[in-house]
């Protein structure tokens, strides 16, 4: 019942840009996609380090979802970040859940590459990906923010 899903999408904007903004400022994704992410709070540590955690209110399916991460693990030189859900809709679904950004530049593309990694309560319990979708959308509403 565990499961991985990635997924990539090509961005104009500079891989850097991505990379600063998940792993210091996603509380401005609220402001590059309103329609989408509601909030990002932090609740303890200090934006862009391993170990704090944040809290995301957004929009899935018309639905509005909480969830709430530990930021896991920071990867400067392959520009990732890795955040494990704690509480929140996600947990009702998942024993364990977590989501990797990473931006890399191929050539003269950039990529974000979203993988979401997580064991299911039980079968009947589907694939993420309504919410991978939505990360590829909130991906673009930042690339549109920028250009």
Same mark, same amino acid.
């Given at each position: 019942? *565990? =499961? /991985?899903?990635? +997924?990539?999408?090509?961005? /104009? *904007?500079?891989?850097?840009?991505?990379?600063?903004?998940?792993?210091?400022?996603? #509380?401005?994704?609220?402001?590059? +996609?309103?329609?989408?992410?509601? %909030?990002?709070?932090? #609740?303890?540590?200090?934006?862009?380090?391993? =170990? +704090?955690?944040?809290?995301?209110?957004?929009?899935?399916? =018309?639905?509005?979802?909480?969830?709430?991460?530990?930021?896991? %693990?920071?990867?400067?030189?392959?520009?990732?970040?890795?955040? /494990?859900?704690?509480?929140?809709?996600?947990?009702?679904?998942?024993?364990?859940? +977590?989501? @990797?950004?990473?931006?890399?530049?191929?050539?003269?593309?950039?990529? %974000?590459?979203?993988?979401?990694?997580?064991?299911?309560?039980?079968?009947?319990?589907?694939?993420?990906?309504?919410?991978?979708?939505?990360?590829? #959308?909130?991906?673009?509403?930042?690339? @549109?923010? #920028? *250009?």
């Amino acid at each position: 019942m *565990s =499961g /991985k899903l990635v +997924s990539s999408v090509e961005v /104009k *904007s500079c891989a850097d840009v991505f990379h600063e903004i998940f792993r210091h400022r996603p #509380h401005t994704i609220s402001e590059m +996609s309103p329609t989408k992410v509601k %909030a990002c709070d932090l #609740h303890e540590g200090d934006w862009g380090t391993v =170990g +704090s955690v944040i809290c995301w209110n957004y929009t899935l399916d =018309g639905k509005e979802k909480a969830t709430k991460e530990i930021i896991e %693990a920071i990867d400067e030189e392959k520009k990732s970040v890795k955040f /494990k859900v704690i509480e929140g809709d996600l947990l009702e679904l998942y024993k364990t859940f +977590s989501l @990797t950004c990473h931006v890399d530049t191929d050539g003269e593309k950039n990529l %974000a590459t979203w993988t979401m990694e997580y064991e299911k309560l039980n079968d009947s319990v589907e694939d993420p990906h309504t919410l991978m979708e939505f990360c590829l #959308h909130v991906t673009k509403d930042i690339e @549109t923010h #920028h *250009s």
